[in-house]
């Protein structure tokens, strides 16, 4: 299979880490994930990879009720870079080299996010793990995927989460819902989808920056989406 994209951005939910679990980090969620990941690499596509943190702490979750919001966000920032340090783990379980940059320091555990080393251990096959999402509260881990995606130069963000594309509506509640499989910017962030928040929509949008949905879940979905196939939704200027 020839790759459709040379470097791409994937974002990770922390969500997809814990599969079936409450809460945590599910070794068989991660190492399969690992897999498809891996091959993907192995065919010289340059991944830079956005984790997320939901499966241990989310600021705005029932359990930060009545924290400082900063604070909570922090925490939830502090989480993701335990996630890209189990990923990392997993890789290097997979054969694959990769490096963790975090956007908050914490240089005993992982280098700071420099945005030409980032470039360079890509070019050198590496894949690189962005952790501590934008460094900064009030964000998400999609808007640090759309701020990686665009600093390194990537082709797409591919965001892999738990449902397979954008609906036109919850389709665990409502049965006539439909799956977009190809949908714009403005018509994503004029309905208020529910697919990415609308900081990290409007980046993507204005960077030029297109933007795949699939589920991390569904087996080959992203060796599907790196192919060219069409797979989930795909988020286009
Ligand atoms: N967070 C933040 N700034 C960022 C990225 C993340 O404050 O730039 C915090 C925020 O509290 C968020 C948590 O980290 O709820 C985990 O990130 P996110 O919810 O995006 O993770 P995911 O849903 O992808 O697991």
Known sequence: MTPKYKRILLKLSGEALMGGDAFGINRQ??????????????????????????????????????????????????????????LQDAMRHAGIVSRVQSALNVEQVVEPYIRGKAIRYLEEGKVVIFAAGTGNPFFTTDTAAALRGSEIGAEIVLKATKVDGIYSADPTRDASAQRYRRISFD????????????????????????????????????????AGEDEGTLVHL
């Open 29 to 86: 969620s991660i190492e399969s994930i690992v897999a498809e990941v891996a091959a993907v690499a192995r065919m010289g596509v340059e991944i830079g990879a956005v984790i997320g943190g939901g499966n241990i702490f989310r600021g705005v979750a029932p359990g930060a009720a009545g924290m400082d919001r900063a604070t909570a966000d922090y925490m939830g920032m502090l989480a993701t870079i335990m996630n890209a340090l189990a």
């Open 187 to 226: 018509e994503a962030i004029s309905r208020n989808l529910k697919v990415m928040d609308a900081t990290a929509l409007t980046l993507c949008r204005d960077q030029k920056l297109p933007i795949n949905v699939f589920s991390i879940f569904k087996q080959n979905a992203l060796l599907r989406v790196i």
